[in-house]
């Protein structure tokens, strides 16, 4: 029992790590970006050489985002902190540079968007049979690209409180 009183005696014990992938996740699922996502992700798979109808066009739209959602509340912060633990680590040593950088903020965009495309454009091949080339998959980026820079934009003008 004395060592439970240690550990029960002892200060509370908190994680305080924070950086740039894991604030934009809390943006990237919140209702404006994932509203304007499947709006234009959804235009994208029906008027994007896709060949959908615009049903299939919604049901491939709903799925995989919420595969993409699933998978991405892990890996895009899992990425991120990858980002920061290696390639941060080196360049704020080169550049004295801290973690809320204008790189490491570019670089958090480029995962997000690239993270929850391939997830995506993994579910459209494999998930709904449609072959995707380099154009389709840029497509699906750039649709990507809308919700992830509004949820990137949203940082600017809403500050989160760190």
């Known amino acids: 029992m004395v060592a439970l009183d240690i550990f029960r005696s002892g200060p509370p014990l908190y994680a305080d790590m ?4 894991l604030v934009l996740e809390q943006r990237i699922f919140s209702v404006i970006p994932i509203a304007a996502g499947l709006i234009v992700e959804w235009l994208a ?3 994007g050489g896709f060949g959908l ?3 299939k066009a919604a049901v491939v739209d709903i799925v995989m985002n919420a595969v993409s959602a699933t998978v991405g509340v ?9 980002w920061e633990y290696f390639a941060e680590f080196v360049l704020s040593k080169l550049f004295n540079v801290g973690t809320f950088n204008w790189g490491t903020w570019a670089v958090t965009l480029a995962i ?3 993270a929850t495309t391939g997830v995506e454009a993994g579910v459209v091949r494999w998930g709904f049979k449609v072959p995707l080339g380099r154009r389709r998959f840029s497509i699906l980026c750039a649709a990507n690209c809308v919700s992830v820079a509004i949820a990137f934009a949203s940082l600017w003008i809403h500050p989160p409180k760190l």
Request: glycine content about 10%; proline content about 9%.
């Open 74 to 82: 892990v890996l895009i912060p899992a990425l991120g902190f990858g």
């Open 53 to 55: 109808s615009w049903k």
């Open 112 to 114: 997000a968007v690239l």
């Open 18 to 21: 924070v950086w740039p992938a």
């Open 45 to 47: 798979l029906w008027f």
